[in-house]
Nanobody
Framework: QVQLVESGGGLVQPGGSLRLSCTAS????????MGWYRQAPGKQRELVAI???????IYGDFVKGRFTSSRDNAKNTTYLQMNNLKPEDTAVYYC????????????????WGQGTQVTVSS
């Protein structure tokens, strides 16, 4: 059983900051790529950031340098530091992981977290 557990969402004023965390647990061989996605009401999910195991995140164009994704591989955890938040950032934020579950299985298995609500409002 593999599980991704997110935390850190909540209500914040415009210009504020939040730090989201996502921790993987269960049985797997390695976490290859972790990502953050978000979905606003009436919209499809969009990419926020993806980060390979060795680092070097790639971000969605809308981030404009405000967000930073990082990984702590020893803790099987990825973080999303969000600064200068805007009302249009309001969405459910989801953690995604592409994993090698078995050493001899070349296929990646994709898992999603449950999502955490981020609301940016005065």
């Amino acid at each position: 059983q593999v599980q991704l557990v997110e935390s850190g969402g909540g209500l914040v004023q415009p210009g504020g900051s939040l730090r989201l965390s996502c921790t993987a647990s269960g049985s797997f061989f390695s976490i290859n790529i972790m990502g953050w996605y978000r979905q606003a009401p009436g919209k499809q999910r969009e990419l926020v950031a993806i980060i390979p195991r060795g680092g070097g995140a790639i971000y969605g164009d809308f981030v404009k340098g405000r967000f930073t994704s990082s990984r702590d591989n020893a803790k099987n955890t990825t973080y999303l530091q969000m600064n200068n938040l805007k009302p249009e950032d309001t969405a459910v934020y989801y953690c995604n992981a592409r994993m090698t579950v078995y050493r001899t299985d070349r296929n990646d298995y994709i898992y999603w977290g449950q999502g955490t609500q981020v609301t940016v409002s005065s």
